[in-house]
């Protein structure tokens, strides 16, 4: 098991930036895959982003091309989504979550990843 701590939300003018960070601990980072998604009120929980063990290879929904980049730092076992360009349908609950096994094709899929964090609130005014 590996444990996740989110940072970075807050509340940020449409058009605007933030960064969220995701500190991992636990286990060896650089073995996992890890995801961003994300819960507005009233809605399911859905796949923002994702990104390999080694960084090479990231995915991210149509809602957010163009706007977010995941990356990661396997050297301070931390992940990254840079969110630019933000509006307010942005705005929800973003969480972290890291699997040791995605299946190829699979990593929007919130049932590939074993290992969440606790949540940061991103809140987009317009």
């Known amino acids: 098991q590996v444990q996740l701590v989110e940072s970075g939300g807050g509340l940020v003018q449409a058009g605007g930036s933030l960064r969220l960070s995701c500190a991992a601990s636990?286990?060896?980072?650089?073995?996992?895959?890890m995801a961003w998604f994300r819960q507005a009120p009233g809605k399911e929980r859905e796949f923002v982003a994702a990104?390999?063990?080694?960084?090479?290879?990231?995915y991210d929904t149509n809602s957010v091309k163009g706007r977010f980049t995941i990356s990661r730092d396997n050297a301070k076992n931390t992940v990254y989504l840079q969110m630019n360009s933000l509006k307010p349908e942005d705005t929800a609950v973003y969480y972290c979550?890291?699997?040791?096994?995605?299946?190829?094709?699979?990593?929007?899929?919130?049932?590939?990843?074993?290992?969440w964090g606790q949540g940061t609130q991103v809140t987009v005014s317009s």
């Open positions: 979550a890291a699997s040791s096994a995605v299946v190829p094709g699979a990593w929007f899929q919130a049932r590939q990843y074993a290992d």
């Open positions: 990104i390999s063990w080694s960084g090479v290879n990231t």
């Open positions: 636990g286990r060896t980072f650089s073995n996992y895959a």
